[in-house]
């Protein structure tokens, strides 16, 4: 029985005896297109393992299964995670975890599942409180993942694919670009949950992959957050207790930017350019 049709999504609470926790930001999908959707722009086919996080009553996990997918489900909720085991039967491969995913052993669990040479999918409604830390912890598993198919808040998900000189271009942005190409896929409506949140959502997908070269990574992205700081303000200023202001400057003109720019005119590229040269610079002053 198909649960995200309204009605039938209440009558399975009801059987349970529950309702949807605030305190886990449980909102869940009511809207069967948007679930086929889901599935079909993750491009997730039949033999793929997929790592669901909080899958909820399961109306995703069904349609995963259906598509012939081995998925591991992690949910935090003790009662539904123990209705997920309704799906389990002979030609589908369920496998589920009542567990915190911000503690469970990710890597460990999925490769002993994946088949040699193959990489999974995760797949996540995101609870809004925790996007953030589950994704740092996700995206550095390109050996892990090929990609992750997440759903945020509307203004997050705009923000993951800010281009440089925009407002919504941050320090994040140059996060995720350092780990994965991030796409916009499509927005999701409020309305398109039970209970309905307070803002609309997207859906965006992250193709993992290696990192670039960097010497340091820690004190790169301490680079690219102070700089978004102070985004109002010039590279000069906003990194001139970090470096200087006037290397800050030659480093700008010797990667070929403009010496007085802001960090929302930088790609990418050009923040590690300027990091690894800056990096040159300290070492060969002390």
Same mark, same amino acid.
């Given at each position: ?6 009605? %039938? ?12 926790? /605030?305190?886990? *930001? &449980?909102?869940?999908?009511? =809207? ?15 033999? =793929? ?9 399961? *109306? ?5 299964? %259906? *598509? ?7 949910? /935090? =909720? ?13 030609? /589908? ?9 911000? =503690?469970?052993?990710?890597? %460990? $669990?999925? +490769? ?5 040479? $193959?990489?999974? +999918? ?24 090929? *990609? ?14 800010? $281009? ?76 001139? !207790? ?10 700008? %003109? ?5 010496? #007085?720019?802001?960090?929302? !005119? ?7 350019? #300027?990091?690894?040269?800056? &990096?040159?610079?300290?070492? $060969?002053?002390?």
């Amino acid at each position: 029985m198909p649960i995200y049709k309204p009605s %039938e999504l209440s009558e399975f609470l009801y059987g349970l005896g529950i309702s949807p926790k /605030k305190a886990l *930001s &449980q909102n869940f999908l009511i =809207d069967g297109n948007i679930i086929r959707k889901i599935v079909k722009d993750s491009k997730v086919e039949s033999g =793929d393992v997929v790592l669901e996080v909080g899958p909820g009553p399961g *109306s995703l996990t069904e349609a995963l299964l %259906e *598509s012939g997918a081995a998925v591991v489900a992690v949910e /935090k =909720d003790p009662m539904l995670a123990q209705a997920l085991e309704r799906f389990r039967s002979g030609d /589908k491969s369920l496998t589920v975890f009542c567990e915190d995913i911000m =503690d469970f052993p990710i890597a %460990e $669990k999925l +490769k002993a599942v994946l088949p040699e040479g $193959k990489k999974g +999918k995760a797949i996540a409604n995101l609870p809004y409180h925790l996007t953030t830390p589950i994704i740092a912890r996700l995206i550095e598993m390109h050996d892990v993942f090929s *990609s992750l198919t997440l759903m945020v808040q509307e203004e997050v998900a705009r923000r993951f694919v800010a $281009k440089p000189g925009t407002k919504d271009y941050s320090s994040f942005t140059v996060f995720l670009e350092f780990y994965c190409k991030p796409h916009y896929a499509f927005s999701v409506g409020r309305k398109c949950f039970y209970p309905s949140p307070k803002v609309d959502s997207a859906v965006v997908i992250l193709e993992l992959r290696e990192r670039p070269k960097v010497s340091d990574v820690e004190a790169f992205f301490k680079m690219t957050r102070t700089a978004f700081g102070h985004r109002r303000k010039m590279m000069r200023s906003s990194l001139k !207790d970090l470096y200087g202001s006037q290397i800050v400057m030659q480093g700008l %003109e010797e990667i070929g930017c403009n010496p #007085l720019g802001r960090p929302e !005119d930088l790609s990418l590229e050009q923040f590690v350019k #300027l990091f690894e040269w800056l &990096q040159v610079k300290i070492k $060969k002053s002390s």
